[in-house]
């Protein structure tokens, strides 16, 4: 019996370490990526996404956020939506005071933004609305032009499969290749032609949120193959599908590759 105990209390010290040392703080980790494709221009890109606000005390917390985009200085700024996590936000914070903050966060670097499935779910409309006018350009199932390094490069917007708000969009002549594609649901990227067609970037999964060993994440929502739920990919040209820096349903991260961060993306730094 006493062999038992000591037995079951040395497994439940264990089980608490691993618990311990695979939960995370609230930090945001920033993720390096490099990528390589022939018509775009050396840039840097910040993609952030899934921030999931609960409360006005979360949109205080964007300003770790903004010393690490001053250190880091992209050229670029993607956010690929859920913005919103708990509706009881809105009892002290409006959808315009959200997106004004996010302003705040991106200035003075150009940023493009689409809306994710909680934003949807919550009020399209109402958000559509609130980014009308902001800095922070809305690209839902649209392409858009802007000018890096001195080059003039597309930035095509794809609205959330998850949610049902993707559309197919074409891609312009005029873009001759010079193009990136922003989407929430990383299947939006694939949902086309079963291949991405531009380098592309998504969010959605949080990686799974929590991941167990052996098991991996037992739930990861999304229709795109697994290869498309965390990190860096290849399928024609190279993706990206964010981690996120918030949490859905359950109010913590859990496992390895889980830690709340956002991705810094280097495309073209040694041309050929």
Same mark, same amino acid.
């Given at each position: 019996?006493?062999?038992?105990?000591?037995?079951?209390?040395?497994?439940?010290?264990?089980?608490?370490?691993?618990?311990?040392?695979?939960?995370?703080?609230?930090?945001?980790?920033?993720?390096?990526?490099?990528?390589?494709?022939?018509?775009?221009?050396?840039?840097?890109?910040?993609?952030?996404?899934?921030?999931?606000?609960?409360?006005?005390?979360?949109?205080?917390?964007?300003?770790?956020?903004?010393?690490?985009?001053?250190?880091?200085?992209?050229?670029?700024?993607?956010?690929?939506?859920?913005?919103?996590?708990?509706?009881?936000?809105?009892?002290?914070?409006?959808?315009?005071?959200?997106?004004?903050?996010?302003?705040?966060?991106?200035?003075?670097?150009?940023?493009?933004?689409?809306?994710?499935?909680?934003?949807?779910?919550?009020?399209?409309?109402?958000?559509?609305?609130?980014?009308?006018?902001?800095?922070?350009?809305?690209?839902?199932?649209?392409?858009?032009?802007?000018?890096?390094?001195?080059?003039?490069?597309?930035?095509?917007?794809?609205?959330?499969?998850?949610?049902?708000?993707?559309?197919?969009?074409?891609?312009?002549?005029?873009?001759?290749?010079?193009?990136?594609?922003?989407?929430?649901?990383?299947?939006?990227?694939?949902?086309?032609?079963?291949?991405?067609? +531009?380098? %592309? =970037?998504?969010?959605? /999964?949080?990686? &799974?949120?929590? *991941?167990?060993?052996?098991?991996?994440?037992?739930?990861?929502?999304?229709?795109?193959?697994?290869?498309?739920?965390?990190?860096?990919? +290849?399928? %024609? =040209?190279?993706?990206? /599908?964010?981690? &996120?820096?918030? *949490?859905?349903?359950?109010?913590?991260?859990?496992?390895?590759?889980?830690?709340?961060?956002?991705?810094?993306?280097?495309?073209?730094?040694?041309?050929?």
């Amino acid at each position: 019996m006493r062999r038992l105990v000591i037995f079951a209390v040395i497994t439940l010290a264990a089980v608490t370490i691993w618990i311990s040392k695979n939960l995370h703080d609230t930090t945001p980790e920033v993720r390096h990526w490099s990528m390589s494709t022939t018509h775009l221009p050396s840039l840097k890109i910040a993609l952030l996404s899934d921030f999931h606000f609960d409360s006005s005390q979360d949109l205080e917390t964007l300003g770790q956020l903004k010393r690490q985009l001053i250190n880091t200085r992209p050229d670029l700024i993607l956010l690929a939506g859920d913005y919103l996590g708990d509706k009881r936000l809105y009892e002290t914070t409006s959808r315009a005071q959200i997106v004004a903050a996010l302003e705040a966060l991106a200035y003075p670097i150009p940023a493009f933004a689409v809306l994710g499935n909680h934003d949807n779910w919550d009020d399209r409309e109402a958000w559509l609305d609130a980014f009308a006018g902001a800095n922070i350009t809305l690209i839902e199932n649209r392409v858009t032009f802007v000018r890096i390094a001195n080059q003039a490069i597309c930035i095509r917007g794809l609205g959330d499969y998850s949610s049902n708000a993707w559309r197919h969009t074409p891609i312009p002549i005029e873009c001759e290749g010079r193009i990136l594609t922003l989407t929430h649901d990383p299947f939006g990227l694939v949902a086309a032609t079963g291949q991405l067609e +531009t380098p %592309g =970037f998504a969010a959605h /999964t949080h990686c &799974g949120q929590i *991941t167990l060993p052996w098991i991996g994440a037992p739930i990861v929502p999304t229709q795109a193959p697994s290869s498309m739920h965390c990190g860096i990919y +290849t399928d %024609g =040209f190279s993706g990206i /599908t964010s981690g &996120g820096l918030g *949490t859905s349903i359950l109010p913590f991260r859990f496992g390895p590759s889980t830690k709340p961060g956002w991705e810094l993306i280097t495309i073209n730094d040694d041309p050929l």
